[in-house]
């Protein structure tokens, strides 16, 4: 569980760094010392659960051991904690898009409103929203 978080975090990173780059932003020390500190929290966090888990392990070991109840060993605690910290992380990488992509509609818009006169002008528009990036992967290559 401890690697699968670390590898959403890493996701999420390598998709803010992805971004940033077709957004033309510049990667500084700043983001990445963001994700040091989310991994942190994070890791902190779900050493508090296992060692809960831990302890609720330990109880259910001695009814089982003592007490002949079958209760699966699991560390359910620190599972669900991962999950969530996995659901964030996912939602982390999708809302930014989302926000980016939204922007480039609502600029499209003002231009097509703007020039509603001008076809040639609101054909480049819309050209150009649709190649935007397209241009920067060739170019790549």
Not at 22 to 40: C, I, M, N, Y
Not at 78 to 92: D, M, P, Q, R, Y
Request: aromatic share 12%; hydrophobic share 45%.
């Amino acid at each position: 569980m401890y690697a699968l978080v670390f590898m959403a975090i890493l996701a999420d990173l390598w998709s803010g760094v992805r971004k940033a780059k077709l957004r033309g932003e510049a990667r500084t020390s700043f983001g990445f010392r963001r994700t040091v500190d989310k991994l942190s929290r994070y890791y902190n966090l779900l050493l508090v659960l296992t060692i809960i888990d831990s302890m609720q392990i330990g109880g259910i070991w001695y009814l089982d051991e003592y007490y002949s109840y079958t209760i699966p060993l699991l560390p359910l605690i620190t599972l669900v904690g991962a999950l969530g910290i996995g659901f964030i992380e996912l939602k982390s990488i999708y809302e930014k898009a989302e926000d980016k992509e939204f922007r480039k509609i609502t600029k499209l818009a003002g231009t097509i409103l703007s020039n509603k006169e001008d076809i040639k002008v609101v054909t480049d528009a819309i050209v150009d929203y649709l190649n935007d990036g397209k241009d920067d992967k060739k170019s790549d290559s």
